[in-house]
């Protein structure tokens, strides 16, 4: 039936031009008109789908992972914008179609260009067979080669057929060639000049999805290993056809695919695809889902932690009615939940569920020595699935920025108590990225100075948070351990400079290490000790490796990576730093003075000045100790002597700053256990109110 139809438009014409290869091409061009409005239709499906990209790219970042919650909710959009994915495959099903259909027209050329009845045409097919009997009677290309044959001048052995003086007279009368080309021709069996029909078919492949790749918004934001290999599949097709099918079905092929090129053309034209598409938002979306889908890469794991991993992960999953939730970043993060956790092993039979993205952390050892610690090894990439179906009474955490970027909330419960525990007492404003705290439900405050910044950070964006006042465990065991260490002797000269970078750009490791360490070691009496940030350990292990390769032979100069304990900060006589926290924590155990290198400052948030309190980084450092720029490194060892002389003057004012500061001096771990204990005690209860109420 389509090959009738295709047929009569395909007679008609061949009769307005008198030509089988520009036939085929009006034939071509009729087509791409006719099926205009499906062009216009999947045009705008297009724009559609790329204009809804960057929510699908936020489907994916938020549920990074969950395969199932990713699919529905698409399927959510999808409806939403009343948007079928199938449309897209319509051109290329009636493309098919109309190959197919076309194929059996300009391979029949007796039987829809002359209109030859069946029963002639029957007749000279079988006295070709009859000469012919190499010839298989079921070839698609029967007629054509008919054609060509009385073209030849093989008329007698077919003018026994009645009729055969008009329909030899007909088919002398079609012209087949088109610019010297035979349309009857198959490359596959002619050779020679025919081999430019495959050549040629391929050509316009290529130029297709060129053209395509430049100017149709799906393909666009394809990636280019889905461009190259579409544009590889379609120029092999079109060589493949061009080379096994007759020279006219290559030539539908060709200007099907140039007129496709001027069609797109036309559509971006009329219909702009620039007009609908926020690409800004777009590149946005796709940088970020781009981030994500590589944290595996930069991980070097062996087969037994990708192992643990997926035994850890089930593991959390199966068990239950989990009251508490601590994440840490790597092993060195323990200390700041040490006190709280103590606490609670040794007051309640509350199971401690510990999640940390460090195979080798210290949590593992307890965990055997304690049952009511369960240990999990998660990685970044595991650990976004893994918050997303969170099922707990309270998560605490040290890592800011939730809901910022790729660590969410859960969705499976929305009524989970978020606490977040500074790993630091300085400036949250200052030091952290803009937003950082906003998405947890409790803030524990160090200081009156957090405090007040998490009050005008919360007002600022009219969010009801609870802040409660909390104080600093890891400076209560840094107390207490600084306490029952044995005093050095007064006589002793070697001296111990702890160096501890922050972690950001232009820190000391980035701009003066090298330098600072030259002149300190002019000093044979220092012992120098490089900590630098846990962070950049992580993130630049090979350069803190070299570094312990550089100095191993140095006995006056210590590379330390490991951060489970703090021995090195309560040891040391004098502390180095540019912006780091770690200068509260050193200046308040032991009240000696501080050495600011004038770094760049710390900024993480540029829009910090929105709240109207000047961070605690910038006006404590001249009570804790002096400044110097990195340009006159060459007068250090003068301000290093000048701080270890006249360290009693500094001690009190920084015991002064302390007092006056730091909440719950001494009881900062008690003070957060018991708070968390009631959380998930109200939250018991709160389950027992719901579940009578439902009785």
Not at 27 to 56: A, C, D, G, H, R
Not at 385 to 410: C, F, G
Request: proline fraction near 3%.
């Amino acid at each position: 039936m389509l090959a009738k139809v295709l047929g009569i438009v395909m007679a008609f014409c061949y009769n307005l031009c008198g030509n089988y290869g520009v036939a085929i091409i009006l034939f071509t061009f009729f087509s791409k008109i006719i099926l205009l409005p499906i062009s216009i239709w999947v045009q705008k499906n297009s724009i559609k789908m790329v204009k809804m990209q960057p929510e699908l790219n936020r489907i994916k970042i938020n549920y990074f992972g969950d395969k199932d919650k990713i699919a529905d909710e698409t399927s959510k959009l999808y409806k939403k914008e009343k948007y079928n994915a199938l449309v897209s495959m319509i051109p290329l099903i009636i493309q098919i179609v109309l190959l197919l259909g076309l194929a059996k027209v300009i391979n029949n050329p007796m039987t829809y260009i002359l209109k030859e009845p069946n029963k002639v045409v029957q007749n000279y097919k079988n006295v070709y067979l009859s000469n012919h009997k190499d010839f298989s009677k079921d070839a698609s290309s029967l007629e054509l080669q008919i054609v060509e044959d009385i073209k030849k001048g093989n008329i007698d052995e077919y003018s026994s057929i009645k009729g055969s003086a008009k329909v030899i007279k007909d088919i002398k009368k079609l012209k087949l060639k088109f610019l010297g080309l035979d349309m009857s021709w198959i490359a596959e069996t002619m050779g020679g000049i025919s081999l430019i029909i495959p050549l040629i078919a391929g050509l316009s492949a290529l130029i297709m999805c060129i053209g395509q790749n430049k100017m149709n918004v799906l393909q666009q934001e394809q990636s280019k290993l889905n461009q190259w290999g579409m544009l590889i599949f379609s120029v092999a097709l079109s060589l493949y056809l061009g080379y096994f099918v007759p020279a006219g079905i290559a030539l539908y092929w060709t200007f099907s695919n140039l007129f496709a090129v001027l069609l797109q053309f036309l559509l971006n034209l009329f219909i702009n695809p620039k007009k609908y598409v926020d690409h800004d938002l777009l590149f946005q979306t796709q940088n970020e889902l781009k981030e994500l889908t590589s944290i595996d890469k930069k991980l070097k794991r062996t087969k037994e932690q990708i192992k643990k991993e997926k035994e850890d992960y089930k593991r959390f999953f199966k068990i239950a009615n989990k009251h508490l939730v601590f994440y840490s970043e790597s092993n060195g993060f323990y200390k700041y939940y040490k006190g709280i956790i103590e606490y609670i092993l040794n007051h309640t039979n509350i199971v401690i569920h510990y999640i940390t993205s460090d195979y080798n952390d210290n949590i593992f050892n307890l965990e055997k020595d304690n049952k009511q610690i369960k240990a999990y090894y998660i990685e970044e990439k595991k650990l976004i699935t893994m918050m997303m179906k969170m099922d707990a009474d309270v998560v605490v955490m040290t890592m800011p920025d939730l809901e910022n970027y790729h660590i969410k909330k859960s969705y499976i419960r929305k009524d989970i108590i978020y606490i977040y525990i500074p790993h630091g007492i300085d400036s949250i404003n200052l030091t952290q990225r803009y937003k950082s705290v906003n998405a947890y439900d409790v803030f524990f405050a160090s200081g009156k100075y957090q405090k007040e910044e998490a009050e005008a950070t919360f007002k600022f964006f009219n969010l009801d948070r609870k802040i409660y006042e909390y104080g600093y465990t890891l400076l209560d065991d840094m107390l207490d351990n600084y306490s029952k260490k044995p005093k050095k002797k007064t006589k002793n000269k070697t001296k111990s400079i702890l160096i501890a970078p922050s972690w950001q750009k232009d820190n000391i490791c980035d701009l003066c290490l090298d330098e600072l360490l030259n002149e300190l070691t002019k000093n044979k009496n220092y012992v120098i000790t490089l900590r630098p940030h846990p962070q950049e350990v992580r993130h630049k292990k090979e350069k803190f490796e070299a570094l312990k390769d550089k100095y191993k032979d140095n006995k006056n100069i210590i590379i330390q990576t490991d951060f489970s304990n703090n021995s090195s900060i309560l040891d040391a006589d004098l502390l180095i730093t540019d912006w780091s926290g770690i200068c509260y924590e050193y200046a308040f155990t032991t009240k000696k003075p501080v050495l600011f290198i004038d770094t760049p400052m710390k900024v993480m948030n540029p829009n910090y000045k929105e709240i109207d309190v000047e961070p605690y980084n910038v006006w404590t450092r001249n009570v804790m100790g002096i400044s110097i720029n990195p340009n006159k490194l060459d007068k250090i060892l003068d301000n290093v002597q000048y701080l270890l002389d006249n360290k009693n003057e500094y001690s009190k004012d920084i015991e002064k700053l302390f007092k006056d500061t730091i909440y719950n001096i001494g009881c900062s771990s008690e003070k957060g256990a018991k708070y968390i204990i009631e959380c998930i005690q109200e939250k018991i209860k709160e389950r027992k109110r719901s579940n009578e109420k439902n009785k």
